[in-house]
Every structure is written in C-alpha cells, then in structure tokens.
C-alpha cells in the first residue's frame, strides 16, 4: 500500500534512526498501574502560587495530579505496578528472566530499584537493572525486551516506568511552569514472546546532545550531584520542548510507519507520552490521526515521566480500546533530548 508523504520538518533535524523487529517477535502480556491516593487538583495549587485552573487546563490540559506522600520510594510504586502486570499476564514473579526499570527519579544512585525489586517479588537469578532516558524511558527498555525475546536470551522480561517526581518539584512562583506539570505513579509491563502474526514490528530510537539544557534537574553544567544541590528542582524551556516535541512525534509517526511497511490510517491507536493535551493534540492532527485513535488521560495524571506511556495504554485496554490485530503506537520523547517509538501488532 502507499505510504503517506510525511510533512515538512526543521532544518536542523538530525535523520532517525528506525529498526525492523527481526528474530522472535514479542509482545505485551499484561499491564499493571499505580498512583497514590493524594490527589492534588488544580484549585489546590491556587492556594500555593500564583496560577488558576483555567489557566493550567488551557495550557496543558491537565485537571489534577496523583502526588507521593513525603517518604514515599519510587521503589514502592514500582513494585505495586510490577505485581498488577505479573497478575494480569498470569505469571508467576519466578518465571521473569529480567527486570528493567524506566525512571528519572530513583531512590539514590545505587543499587538499582530493579535489584530490589527482583529480591522483593521472587525473581531470583533474573538479571534486573535500571535506565535513565527521561520520560523516553519505558519505549527505550520495551525495546530493549523485545531484543532480549528475539535473540531467546529471555523468555519473559517485566519493564516498569516509575516516578516520584514530586520530590524534585518547588510549589513556587518561579518553578510553576513545571510545578503544576508533574505528578507521581508507575505503570508495568510484561514482554513475553508473541503468537503468530502479532507483536512489535519496527522501532525508532535517537537522541539529540544538543538539547541537553532543554529540560534539567540541578545545575545544568555540572549536574547536581558535582554542584552539591541539595534538591534539584526540574526546570524546562516550555517554548522550545514544545516545537521540539510536535516535531519529533510527527516524524517518528512517518518513519516508524515506513519502516513497517504500512501507512498513518492503518495505526488503530497512537499512545504518545502524556507531556500536554496541546503537543499531544497538534502532533495527531499533523499526523492525520483523529483524537479517536489517540490515548490521552493527562487530565488524570499529569506528566509522569516514565509511566506516562503504559498509564495511557493501561487505561485504552480496559477501556476496550485496544483489540486483537489492532496496530498501536507508543511514542515518546524526553531530556536528553531523546525519543522512542515502537509499533506492535496487539496479541
């Protein structure tokens, strides 16, 4: 079939690199989520700086955000996520072969949260550790499962995005263009090899340096463990990930489409990293997807990082959005700057 002719980009945007799936395909077994129960809606924040609901839902679309109780570990989100998923796969925690975690807010730097987390659900033996890519996290480890599926050096891999990014925020005047942005939650995934036909079919996966000081936490040039920064407060240039973002979505949408070998109007669902309703929005429209085909639940959640992505499609599926046969697009970009997408053919 004819592939759609994708829209004229920026100049300076570097070629993306796109893979065919090859060796075993995989696909996703089971979905778990978890948010805390503190909810903090948008009259809440009122009270705390300078901002309105009108104007936070105008600009991002969000109406309230889960937020972590002081103490809380991403650990412990991730964990309660990570149990959902195995029961919803009906697997048994000692039959997962590996644990990645996606998050942007571990509990220190070392040891991994995946490492505490195969001790804690009963995976033993099972390699486990954890990325940084931002909120590209979780497409980044789903693709790394699925090369572990392909070359059989795995047979079940549980890929969990975990965030308690609340920690690194400041309720103040100054921060409140990324104050009233995030929120805290985890979504799970398990990746097991797929039946014939199904399963995750092309990928698109890439970073651009240049874009480092574009979304921060801590002193951009030494980072904030060599600047001693206590806390780090995330900070963001909203007016330059914005076009950045559109961007990089409309163009993993082509070349991920193009490298599978199928055109825009045979994408049944597109999942995208629920950054703002308004990227989001622009993006799909430039695409040529109508919000029908799109999952958005940023209104409930607020930007989550990591487990933005299976927080979305966790809510499609139960939804009855998402069928068997159906093709279904994650994507995702982050700090870094860095994005991901991958399409699969649901089980």
Same mark, same amino acid.
């Given at each position: 079939?004819?592939?759609?002719?994708?829209?004229?980009?920026?100049?300076?945007?570097?070629?993306? =690199? #796109?893979?065919?799936?090859?060796?075993? $395909?995989?696909?996703?077994?089971?979905?778990?989520?978890?948010?805390?129960?503190?909810?903090?809606?948008?009259?809440?924040?009122?009270?705390?700086?300078?901002?309105?609901?009108?104007?936070?839902?105008?600009? #991002?679309?969000?109406?309230?955000?889960?937020?972590?109780?002081?103490?809380?570990? #991403?650990?412990?989100?991730?964990?309660?996520?990570?149990?959902?998923?195995?029961?919803?796969? =009906?697997?048994?925690?000692?039959?997962?072969?590996? %644990?990645?975690?996606?998050?942007?807010? $571990?509990?220190?730097?070392?040891?991994?949260?995946?490492?505490?987390?195969?001790?804690?659900?009963?995976?033993?033996?099972?390699?486990?550790?954890?990325?940084?890519?931002?909120?590209?996290?979780?497409?980044?480890?789903?693709?790394?499962?699925?090369?572990? %599926?392909?070359?059989?050096?795995?047979?079940?891999?549980?890929?969990?995005?975990?965030?308690?990014?609340?920690?690194?925020?400041?309720?103040?005047?100054?921060?409140?263009?990324?104050?009233?942005?995030?929120?805290?939650?985890?979504?799970?995934?398990?990746?097991?090899?797929?039946?014939?036909?199904?399963?995750?079919?092309?990928?698109?996966?890439?970073?651009?340096?240049?874009?480092?000081?574009?979304?921060?936490?801590?002193?951009? $040039?030494?980072?904030?463990?060599?600047?001693?920064?206590?806390?780090?407060?995330?900070?963001?240039?909203?007016?330059?990930?914005?076009?950045?973002?559109?961007?990089?979505? %409309?163009?993993?949408?082509?070349?991920?489409?193009?490298?599978?070998?199928?055109?825009?109007?045979? %994408?049944?669902?597109?999942?995208?990293?629920?950054?703002?309703?308004?990227?989001?929005?622009?993006?799909?429209?430039?695409?040529?997807?109508?919000?029908? =085909?799109?999952?958005?639940?940023?209104?409930?959640?607020?930007?989550?990082?990591?487990? #933005?992505? $299976?927080?979305?499609?966790?809510?499609?599926?139960?939804?009855?959005?998402?069928?068997?046969?159906?093709?279904?697009?994650?994507?995702?970009?982050?700090?870094?700057?860095?994005?991901?997408?991958?399409?699969?053919?649901?089980?």
């Amino acid at each position: 079939m004819a592939l759609t002719t994708a829209p004229r980009v920026r100049s300076d945007a570097l070629p993306l =690199r #796109t893979f065919k799936a090859k060796g075993r $395909p995989s696909a996703i077994f089971g979905l778990g989520v978890h948010a805390p129960a503190r909810v903090l809606s948008n009259v809440d924040l009122e009270s705390l700086m300078e901002t309105s609901d009108q104007w936070i839902t105008e600009r #991002t679309g969000i109406k309230r955000r889960h937020i972590a109780e002081p103490g809380t570990t #991403t650990f412990s989100l991730a964990t309660e996520a990570a149990r959902k998923a195995l029961a919803a796969a =009906r697997v048994k925690a000692e039959e997962v072969d590996a %644990i990645i975690v996606a998050t942007s807010s $571990p509990d220190g730097p070392f040891p991994s949260i995946a490492c505490r987390m195969q001790d804690e659900l009963g995976a033993p033996g099972s390699y486990a550790y954890d990325i940084l890519a931002a909120c590209t996290g979780f497409v980044y480890a789903l693709e790394q499962a699925d090369s572990m %599926i392909a070359s059989e050096r795995a047979d079940t891999v549980l890929v969990v995005g975990a965030e308690v990014l609340s920690r690194m925020l400041e309720y103040s005047n100054e921060y409140r263009h990324t104050a009233v942005i995030f929120g805290d939650g985890a979504g799970a995934a398990v990746v097991r090899p797929a039946p014939a036909g199904a399963g995750f079919k092309a990928w698109c996966l890439g970073g651009d340096g240049r874009g480092y000081a574009q979304v921060t936490a801590g002193n951009v $040039p030494l980072g904030a463990y060599a600047a001693k920064d206590e806390r780090p407060i995330i900070d963001m240039k909203g007016p330059d990930v914005f076009k950045f973002a559109v961007d990089i979505f %409309i163009r993993q949408a082509y070349a991920i489409a193009q490298e599978a070998g199928i055109s825009i109007e045979d %994408i049944d669902l597109f999942v995208p990293h629920q950054a703002n309703y308004r990227i989001i929005e622009a993006a799909a429209r430039r695409i040529g997807l109508p919000m029908e =085909r799109v999952a958005v639940n940023i209104e409930e959640y607020g930007n989550t990082s990591t487990a #933005t992505i $299976p927080l979305a499609l966790h809510d499609a599926v139960a939804a009855g959005r998402v069928k068997s046969g159906d093709r279904v697009l994650l994507a995702g970009f982050g700090s870094g700057l860095t994005w991901g997408a991958g399409l699969l053919e649901w089980a």
